[in-house]
Nanobody, 122 residues
């Protein structure tokens, strides 16, 4: 198993930026794809972004052009840079890791962090 801890969530104004971090513990972190998901209260968890073990990135439509996913395998850490935040981005953000996943399919991501709250005020 990979243990994951998200951090960086804050209350920010619309138009602001945040960088979320996902710190991982596990000897095989570099072999995993990393996904970012988010969930608002009473709503289903939705895919945000994914990065493969080789560094290829994928984004859900709401994230394209605003969010950037990256990873630093030497630090066992993945990141989600969020710019131009909107109130509809308000959610708990989770990172997760997967092997042999279909990008964005939550059930394929086996280990999850506890989440970090992002609140965007208008």
């Amino acid at each position: 198993q990979v243990q994951l801890v998200e951090s960086g969530g804050r209350v920010v104004q619309a138009g602001g930026s945040l960088r979320l971090s996902c710190a991982a513990s596990g000897r095989t972190f570099s072999h995993y794809a990393v996904g970012w998901f988010r969930q608002a209260p009473g709503k289903e968890r939705e895919f945000v972004a994914d990065i493969t073990s080789g560094g290829t990135t994928y984004y859900a439509d709401p994230a394209k052009g605003r969010f950037t996913i990256s990873r630093d395998n030497a630090k066992n850490t993945a990141y989600l840079q969020m710019n131009g935040l909107k109130p509809e981005d308000t959610a708990v953000y989770y990172c997760a890791v997967a092997l042999f996943r279909n990008v964005g399919t939550a059930s394929d991501y086996r280990d999850w962090g506890q989440g970090t709250q992002v609140t965007v005020s208008s």
